[in-house]
């Protein structure tokens, strides 16, 4: 169900974010990771840092958060690997068995500069609140750029979603 939503809260912001002029999206908004865009490309960096942990087809990305906001220079190039990416989620969920989501995920955090051990599970909730999180976020500044934002409320989503 989150693959399902991640995808459909993406593809909504795709439709506004593709017709902004650029200036708007790198338009510095005092937000953690500065722009519209630079929170998109954050939020995708993450989505790709996650996968690459949970599906070794995955490639990790270039650089570490510092670098995330940097990674997709325009709207079409975000778009295009943001709906790559959100298949790649989509796939990988559906395949989940409760197994899979049985014991434990290390890696390397490089925001901690630690190695870390957490709970598959907790790893995979994770990876959805923190999309979740950087939407929000930039549904904020969709609105105070005079965007209509899309609607954001789980039981709205269509089935077919």
């Known amino acids: 169900m989150m693959a399902r939503y991640n995808s459909w ?5 795709m439709s506004i974010i593709e017709l902004m002029p650029k200036d708007e999206l790198v338009k510095e908004r005092r937000a953690f990771f500065g722009s519209i865009l630079g929170t ?7 989505d ?10 995955v ?7 510092a670098e995330s906001v940097a990674l997709w220079p325009t709207a079409g190039a975000w778009t295009a ?9 989509r796939f990988w969920a559906e ?8 014991g434990d995920l290390t890696w390397f955090s490089g925001a901690l ?24 976020q930039i549904h904020a500044m969709l609105t ?7 609607v954001s409320d789980l039981f709205i989503m269509p089935k077919d979603a």
């Open 9 to 13: 809260q993406n593809n909504q912001l």
């Open 40 to 46: 998109a490309n954050h939020l995708l960096w993450g």
């Open 48 to 57: 790709t840092v996650w996968m690459s942990r949970f599906d070794p087809s």
């Open 59 to 65: 490639r990790p990305p270039k650089g570490g958060i």
């Open 81 to 89: 690997d943001r709906f790559r990416m959100d298949g790649k989620i």
């Open 95 to 102: 395949g989940l068995r409760a197994l899979d989501l049985k």
């Open 113 to 136: 500069q630690k190695q870390m051990t957490v709970s598959v599970s907790e790893a995979v909730v994770h990876m959805f609140n923190h999309q979740t999180h950087h939407r929000g």
């Open 144 to 150: 105070a750029a005079g965007q209509q934002a899309p």
